[in-house]
């Protein structure tokens, strides 16, 4: 990976507070849902409902797809990502409260958050295996496919 394309991921990672997230559903189709992320370096963490189907789908397929991107008006202006990765749910204090740090940070009304509310959430790990870049800017459609 070229210096400017780890650039321009990390740029689309730091600026952005949203993703899509599609995991794999029991009946194999596709469930995309929105959470918000925080990452370290390339590695992405969100947190979620520890009993929701998010978790569910997770404990039994860790693929999962996931877009990054700007809201614009202007379409000639559209910068974004989609990933294939794997996910897994944190289970270990350190990690769990590595993720919670991270995503702290950045949501900064999550340092509120109740021991009864950490109870019920799950802490994710993102690891993407394949990165799509898109950006308009570089002409209609314009992508670049990375191997991570």
Do not use: H
């Amino acid at each position: 990976m070229t210096p400017s394309t780890k650039r321009f991921i990390l740029d689309q990672l730091i600026t952005n507070r949203i993703m899509s997230l599609a995991t794999v559903r029991p009946d194999g189709y596709p469930q995309a849902t929105t959470v918000t992320y925080a990452n370290d370096g390339l590695t992405l963490y969100f947190a979620c409902d520890r009993n929701g189907q998010k978790v569910r789908n997770l404990r039994r397929s860790s693929k999962v797809s996931l877009t990054i991107n700007k809201d614009t008006a202007n379409w000639k202006k559209i910068t974004g990502l989609s990933m294939g990765a794997t996910a897994k749910v944190l289970e270990r204090p350190a990690d769990t409260k590595r993720a919670l740090a991270l995503l702290s940070r950045k949501f900064k009304d999550m340092k509120g958050l109740s021991a009864e509310d950490l109870a019920e959430t799950a802490f994710v790990r993102v690891q993407p295996k394949v990165v799509s870049m898109l950006d308009y800017r570089r002409g209609f459609g314009w992508t670049k496919l990375v191997r991570v």
